[in-house]
């Protein structure tokens, strides 16, 4: 599915542009956006090589990967990164993720990204599971997943290694059927 273009009541997930290196990096570049991440903050021509192969990827055939902007619907401000991969080893299944800048937090723009990416993935795309991981001591994100509907269910241990620390992830997940009945509400 080539190009992705979807709205929700504040936010919109599209597909990257090369013009959007400094945004991300305003989110993959700042320690605190990333501390919670898999990998230290990037630079920024990490950031462009990231951005680059998520542009080259978009019209792959089939598409594996959706990388993707999330923006303001007010003025298109990039405000960061959503991504949804496809699991080669489970069909219909997709983990997703995300990460935005950290003066954009607390209002609710990361419940209306996973709202928009778990949409995306069953209403668009026909899966049936959609999981994701976070860090231990991301509560932040343990309470936006669980808002939009996603399970815990469990502990993947020393999965991660940051710097010289391994650190594990707890896992979280949705199927199709769940996701069919879980109340939408307003994220604002």
Same mark, same amino acid.
């Given at each position: 599915? =080539? /190009?992705?273009?979807?709205? #929700? ?8 542009? /090369?013009?959007?290196? $400094?945004?991300?990096? @305003?989110? =993959?570049?700042?320690?605190q ?6 990998? !230290?903050?990037?630079?920024? &021509? ?7 192969? %998520? ?5 792959? $055939? /089939?598409?594996? &990967? ?15 990164? @959503? ?18 800048? /950290?003066?954009?937090? *607390?209002? *609710?723009h #990361?419940?209306?990204?996973v709202h928009?990416?778990? %949409?995306?993935?069953? $209403? ?8 994701? @991981? ?12 669980? %808002? @939009? #509907?996603?399970? !815990? !269910? *469990?502990?993947?241990? &020393? ?30």
């Open positions: 599915m =080539y /190009p992705v273009d979807r709205a #929700g009541p504040r936010l919109r997930l599209r597909e990257l542009h /090369p013009d959007d290196v $400094d945004a991300v990096f @305003a989110v =993959y570049g700042n320690a956006a990333t501390e919670h991440m898999s990998f !230290e903050p990037r630079s920024r &021509e990490q950031v462009s090589q990231i951005i680059d192969r %998520a542009v080259q990827s978009a019209t792959a $055939d /089939p598409r594996s &990967e959706y990388a993707l902007a999330v923006a303001t619907q007010d003025d298109g401000d990039v405000i960061g990164f @959503a991504r949804l991969a496809l699991d080669p080893h489970q069909p219909q299944g997709a983990t997703i993720g995300f990460a935005l800048r /950290p003066d954009t937090w *607390g209002v *609710g #990361g419940l209306e990204t928009q990416l778990l %949409a995306f993935g069953f $209403d668009d795309l026909g899966l049936h599971r959609i999981w994701g @991981a976070r860090s231990p001591l991301n509560t932040a994100s343990a309470r936006t997943l669980t %808002a @939009a #509907g996603l399970v !815990e !269910e *469990g502990v993947i241990r &020393e999965h991660v290694r940051k710097g010289d620390t391994w650190r594990d992830s707890v896992v979280h997940a949705i199927l199709d059927h769940e996701w069919s009945k879980t109340p939408r509400t307003s994220t604002a």
